[in-house]
Structure formats: structure tokens, C-alpha cells
């Protein structure tokens, strides 16, 4: 059995290792909060990460021959999305359901 002081100094180095990890990306982007390149980055990537997610879930069910239920899906993420105030978790949330419910009871 380790001694209590090692099992302290091993827990008290991962909480500082932890935490700056967590806060040097806070720490750095505040001074790159006006940045055209950054703010540009905040307005495209939720929609640009969602898009590769799209086609990769496309591009699975295709080649799974279940092309229509990833298609119906998207059509309920989309409606979701624009019916329930652009809510993107509850859209995907949603439409992540639909696929997996088509999938399996289809």
C-alpha cells in the first residue's frame, strides 16, 4: 500500500496538471476574443462540425443499405431544429433517436 503522502502529492500534481489544462485555453482565447478569425470560427464550425457529421452518417448508412432512415432522420433533425427555437441538442437529440429507432424497429 502506497504511502498517504505519495497518494496526496500524486492527486494534488493530476488536479494542477488538470486544471491548467482546462483553463490555458480560457486564458489564451480571452486576449483572441475580438478576432475576426475567431469570431468567424464561432458562427461556422457548430454548422461545419454538424455537416461531417451528416456525411459520415450518410456515407454509414449507405453503405448499410439503410439510406432512408438516415434521410427521414435528418428531415426530423431539421424540423426540430427550425420548429423548437433552433435548439441544436434537442434537434440532434432528436433526430439521433429517429435513426436509431428506424434502425433497429425497421
Do not use: D, K
Not at 55 to 72: E, I, K, M, N, Y
Not at 85 to 105: D, E, F, H, I, Q
Amino acid at each position: 500500500m502506497p504511502e498517504p503522502r505519495y497518494v496526496a502529492a500524486v492527486l494534488a500534481i493530476g488536479f494542477v496538471i488538470t486544471l491548467a489544462l482546462r483553463a490555458v485555453p480560457f486564458a489564451v482565447l480571452r486576449p483572441l476574443s475580438e478576432s475576426r478569425f475567431v469570431v468567424t470560427m464561432a458562427a461556422w464550425m457548430p454548422a461545419g462540425i454538424l455537416a461531417i457529421l451528416a456525411a459520415v452518417t450518410f456515407r454509414s448508412a449507405a453503405g448499410a443499405g439503410q439510406l432512408l432512415h438516415a434521410a427521414l432522420a435528418a428531415a426530423v433533425t431539421v424540423a426540430v431544429h427550425l420548429t423548437c427555437g433552433r435548439r441544436t441538442l434537442l434537434s440532434v437529440g432528436a433526430g439521433t433517436l429517429t435513426y436509431v429507432a428506424l434502425v433497429n424497429l425497421g
